[in-house]
Nanobody, 122 residues
């Protein structure tokens, strides 16, 4: 019911910035929250930031003060602004939508984008 497409990744130097975008389509009315996760090679996927339908945001301690999650409902797009990037931020970043709908018996269900690569290196 929900499709997510990420973009905006790339290669940046330490201290640089990137803005990731996630375009959402489908049954957007059923989305309860959006988020960004990341997965580095050989590492487990971890939550980076999330934003609820009520605009409450949450960030991993490792990115607080550096990353900002936001959304533009008119454009059906969620953003992740990443500043002061560090080499340890290198990962594939995935957009996530948490859906609550009758088709899932009102249980939360996660949809994922294909991911976009972020590499922080000099």
């Amino acid at each position: 019911q929900v499709q997510l497409v990420e973009s905006g990744g790339g290669l940046v130097q330490p201290g640089g910035s990137l803005r990731l975008s996630c375009v959402v389509s489908g049954s957007t009315f059923s989305i309860n929250a959006m988020g960004w996760h990341r997965q580095a090679p050989g590492k487990q996927r971890e939550l980076v930031a999330s934003i609820t339908r009520g605009d409450t945001t949450n960030y991993a301690d490792s990115v607080k003060g550096r990353f900002t999650i936001s959304r533009d409902n008119a454009k059906n797009t969620v953003y992740l602004q990443m500043n002061s990037l560090k080499p340890e931020d290198t990962a594939i970043y995935y957009c996530n939508a948490k859906v609550i709908a009758r088709v899932t018996n009102w249980n939360p269900y996660d949809y994922w984008g294909q991911g976009t690569q972020v590499t922080v290196s000099s």
